[in-house]
């Protein structure tokens, strides 16, 4: 198939573009295709996110700008300079997150899901949590046979609290 912009050269690339839910194909070369990305600004742009609005741009530093800042700043408690922290992904302390926090976020955001470590979630014992879901059970049932006064299935309730109970103390004497 030919190129639909030039007819001149083998359509190498399926283009779609999608504008209020009308779908337009078109079948493209990979020069017809850098073109048309060029000239077509009134679409998504694939060059990353937009610039957050706290930057503007009389602050923005040139590359080269950023380059020199970067390779100059050190950690005013560690010494560590900033583009070793960067290369090498580990602070030489904990004060490095304070004084290189505009350059680490966007990279720990990244990488992270959050920028604050939560820590490891202690391991639940399902167990304990049924023994007490159960004695917790029993125990109103208990209070519902002694209303009905059915002193019976009561005395019967009230052993197997005490063995439900026992059984979770020893448990916990275990664990802890």
């Not at 009308?22 to 996110?49: I, N």
Request: with cysteine; glycine share 8%; aromatic share 2%.
């Amino acid at each position: 198939m030919l190129c639909q912009k030039c007819h001149k050269n083998l359509a190498t690339v399926r283009y779609a573009e999608v504008v209020d839910g009308k779908v337009t194909d078109l079948h493209l070369c990979p020069d017809c295709l850098l073109k048309h990305q060029e000239d077509g600004g009134a679409g998504f742009e694939l060059s990353g996110p937009a610039p957050s609005p706290r930057h503007s741009a009389a602050t923005e530093a040139t590359p080269q700008q950023q380059d020199s800042v970067v390779a100059q700043r050190t950690c005013s408690a560690c010494g560590a300079l900033l583009k070793h922290v960067i290369k090498s992904g580990e602070a030489g302390c904990v004060q490095c997150y304070a004084n290189f926090a505009e350059q680490l976020e966007p990279i720990l955001r990244g990488a992270h899901t959050a920028l604050r470590h939560r820590g490891k979630a202690p391991e639940r014992n399902d167990a304990r949590e049924r023994l007490r879901a159960e004695l917790q059970t029993k125990r109103a049932l208990l209070r519902s046979a002694l209303k009905m006064e059915n002193y019976e299935e009561a005395a019967i309730l009230r052993d197997e609290i005490k063995k439900l109970d026992t059984g979770l103390t020893s448990a916990g004497q275990k664990q802890g």
